[in-house]
Each structure stands twice: as C-alpha cells, then as structure tokens.
Nanobody, 115 residues
Framework: QVQLVESGGGLVQAGGSLRLSCAASGNIFSITSMDWYRQAPGKQRELVAALTSGGSTNYADSVKGRFTISRENTKNTVYLQMNSLTPEDTAVYYC?????????WGQGTQVTVSS
C-alpha cells in the first residue's frame, strides 16, 4: 500500500522558517511528480510548489523566492523549505504525488505563522 507521510509543520513567528518533509512508502515503481499544496481556512486548495521527475520546478507567485522544493530520490522524499514566512502562509500543507500512474495525497500538516 502506497502512503505519503508528511512532517515538519508547526507554529513559527513571522519571518521564521520551517522545512516540511513528505516520504512516499510502499511498492513504488514510478514517480512522475511530487508537489506541495496548501489550504487555508475558507479558501480553496492551491498549488504551492511542484517538482517533476525531470527536475523541473514550478512555484506559486506568492512563494517565489521564499520557498524551495527539493527531492531526495533514494528516500522517495520531497522537502519544502519555507523561509520568510508570513501569517498569510498559515494553512494545512498537503503533499501530493503522481506515482505508479495514480494520484496520492498525504494527510496534511498544519503550518501556523504568528504575527
């Protein structure tokens, strides 16, 4: 059974940093992409950062220059380094992956940025 397990969320002051991790486990034979989404209260889920198997990245305009997505292939793990956090970054962050030709979501991890 394939699973995505996120970690690294928490409470941080504005201007601070956090690093989220998402580890894919199970019988994995193909990973096309690994992405991070977030959903703030009362808002739709939005793409934050995406990383393809070829190494291409894509970021939401609101996080460009502050967030960095990276991947450790040997561990099937994707990271989201978040710097210069603002209260507007407060949300539940979800890991998503297209692997084994299917779409998987993690359970989400809360990120709260205090002003």
């Amino acid at each position: 059974q394939v699973q995505l397990v996120e970690s690294g969320g928490g409470l941080v002051q504005a201007g601070g940093s956090l690093r989220l991790s998402c580890a894919a486990s199970g019988n994995i034979f193909s990973i096309t992409s690994m992405d991070w989404y977030r959903q703030a209260p009362g808002k739709q889920r939005e793409l934050v950062a995406a990383l393809t198997s070829g190494g291409s990245t894509n970021y939401a305009d609101s996080v460009k220059g502050r967030f960095t997505i990276s991947r450790e292939n040997t561990k099937n793990t994707v990271y989201l380094q978040m710097n210069s956090l603002t209260p507007e970054d407060t949300a539940v962050y979800y890991c998503h992956s297209n692997l084994n030709y299917l779409s998987y979501w993690g359970q989400g991890t809360q990120v709260t940025v205090s002003s």
